[in-house]
């Protein structure tokens, strides 16, 4: 059995105090806020997706998100473009082309476009 001391007791208050402190220091400097909010959270997060008709691809950041949704047919080609913010659809973008796209060019406009909303974005 372990019969604390009064050493013991002396050290365990000195290293309960050093914890405390070092844990405000630690809240009001806000050194863990990166930790909190996760590796990702200060860049665009990114979702791109295939379907049988196209392709599709959401930006989220922030209270922001950014679409667009490509579906070709032998026709044509439709393209949505939209925009909203907390959850609030600011814009929204529809578009035809009157002939089909290859997938190479469904590709390319789903790059620009990504590159193009990243770019206004300030991380």
């Given amino acids: 059995m372990l019969t604390p001391t009064p050493g013991t007791h002396s050290h365990a208050g ?36 295939k379907h049988s008709t196209g392709k599709e691809a959401t930006i989220t950041y ?3 998100e950014w679409f667009i949704h490509i579906d070709a047919d032998q026709d044509r080609t439709m393209i949505i473009r939209t925009e909203s913010h907390n959850g609030k659809e600011t814009k929204n973008q529809p578009e035809i082309v009157e002939r089909p796209m290859s997938n190479v ?17 300030q991380p």
């Fill in 14 to 49: 000195t290293f309960l105090t050093l914890a405390m402190t070092a844990a405000v220091a630690w809240a009001v400097t806000g050194a863990g806020e990166g930790l909190a909010a996760g590796p990702g959270a200060a860049s665009p997060q990114v979702e791109i997706k």
């Fill in 105 to 121: 060019e469904v590709d390319r406009i789903i790059n620009d476009w990504v590159s193009g909303v990243k770019s206004t974005l």
């Fill in 62 to 64: 922030g209270d922001g």
